[in-house]
């Protein structure tokens, strides 16, 4: 009974000041907050602050100091994983960084915050008042060049989703100690890791039965190796572990890398083929067009060819009613001038020539006698 009491103020005494740090911070524990992350969030760093948040989560959604923080209803949640369990943090005790996210990252704000400055805080001082202003004063007073630098973010929890995800407290802490080693900064992060870790210690400290032994020597070596034993299987089963989780990021990433190189050689496909489509369609247009052209050319020959037929047949036209015209007139001209007897021409007088020119007119003329009076000797 002796050893079993000593064992029993040790575990009080181990177990009480955790309960009693912890109850400054957070006030309800395994809150159910009203949206549920389905999948591992992908956090963006917010520019110029130690905090996180995911862009495509509609809701007030963060990561700082090791915890997720979710703004909902008016209060403020913290969890170590990235669907919860929550806890409810008190106004009074939420980190001064995330007290000082700008109102732009709030994917649903409150009424309030309408006419808020988008790059500045939420106005907390008037929504709190003013308690838990002088409580908390100085909060949004900083120096913006010396920013702490930001925890890294949970990735080993990309491993757990749907059915896979741990919902149980001492199965989350169990995957966590063995995967996640950063050491927070916030009180009150502190305090949640330890209320975490409590009831893992307090179960591993049984008391131990009634009337046991006082261990010797060589049973403290020998738990003492086999503790070094299971620490050793521990660091090995943690080193494949993270040679399997980074082998695993290099396979994703390597995936992701024919992923990209196959969707950029389908986009080059793609335009290539809508440039072979855009080509043989100005092609198409401009045949078509010299096609219209060709037509018009020969439309317009034909017009010409028929125009000038028309007008040799406007001329000939012409020309038979010119005749026609003339004859008219002529006859015309007939009927009213009737054909007179034809005179013989008057003879020409002819000059006194010589006696040579005389006789010689003189034999003419008696020949052109003797013609008319049929010959010579010819009587009438």
């Known amino acids: 009974m002796r050893y ?17 740090q912890i109850s400054v911070g957070i006030r309800t524990h395994d809150v159910s907050i009203g949206f549920n992350v389905s999948s591992y969030p992908r956090m963006v760093a917010i520019p110029g602050y130690p905090v996180y948040y995911d862009p495509q989560v509609d809701s007030n959604y963060f990561f700082y100091d090791g915890l997720y923080w979710a703004f909902q209803g ?13 806890d409810l943090i008190g106004p009074e005790d939420v980190p001064l960084f995330v007290l000082r996210i700008p109102v ?27 308690d838990w202003e002088q409580r908390r ?17 949970p990735s ?20 966590e100690s063995r995967n996640y080693r950063y050491q927070p900064r916030e009180a009150v992060t502190q305090q949640y890791l330890q209320r975490r870790a409590a009831p893992n210690g ?23 190796q086999t503790q070094v034993q299971q620490q050793r299987q521990q660091q090995t089963q943690d080193k494949v572990q993270a040679q399997q989780h980074n082998r695993a990021q290099e396979v994703q990433a390597q995936q992701r890398q024919r992923a990209d190189v196959q969707r950029q050689t389908q986009q080059k496909q793609t335009q290539q ?25 020969q439309r317009a020959d034909v017009q010409r ?26 006859q015309q001209k007939r009927v009213q001038n009737p054909a007179r007897p034809q005179q013989q021409p008057a003879k020409p007088v002819q000059k006194d020539q010589g006696p040579e020119r005389k006789a010689k007119a003189g034999s003419q003329d008696k020949q052109k006698d003797n013609k008319t009076d049929g010959g010579p000797g010819n009587t009438r």
């Open 137 to 153: 004063s100085g909060w949004d007073n900083w120096d913006h060049h010396s920013v702490p630098r930001a925890a890294p973010l």
């Open 273 to 297: 083929r809508q440039q072979q489509a855009q080509d043989k369609v100005q092609m198409q247009h401009q045949n078509r067009a010299q096609e219209v052209q060709a037509q018009q050319r």
């Open 305 to 330: 060819q028929t125009q000038s037929r028309q007008q040799q047949a406007q001329d000939k036209v012409q020309v038979q009613q010119q005749r026609t015209q003339n004859a008219q007139s002529q």
């Open 104 to 130: 732009r990252y709030y994917r649903q704000r409150p009424s309030y915050f309408s006419g808020w400055s988008l790059n500045l805080a939420p106005r907390w001082g008037e929504h709190w008042g003013h």
């Open 74 to 86: 008016d209060n403020w949640y913290s969890s170590a994983w990235y669907d919860g369990p929550w």
């Open 156 to 175: 080993y929890q990309s491993r757990y989703s749907g059915s896979r995800y741990p919902r149980a407290t001492d199965q989350q802490y169990s995957i």
């Open 202 to 224: 307090s179960r591993q400290m049984t008391p131990p039965p009634a009337q046991t032994p006082r261990p010797t020597g060589t049973q403290n070596r020998t738990q003492t």
């Open 4 to 20: 079993f009491a000593i064992a029993l103020i040790m575990l009080l005494y181990a177990a009480g000041p955790a309960h009693a």
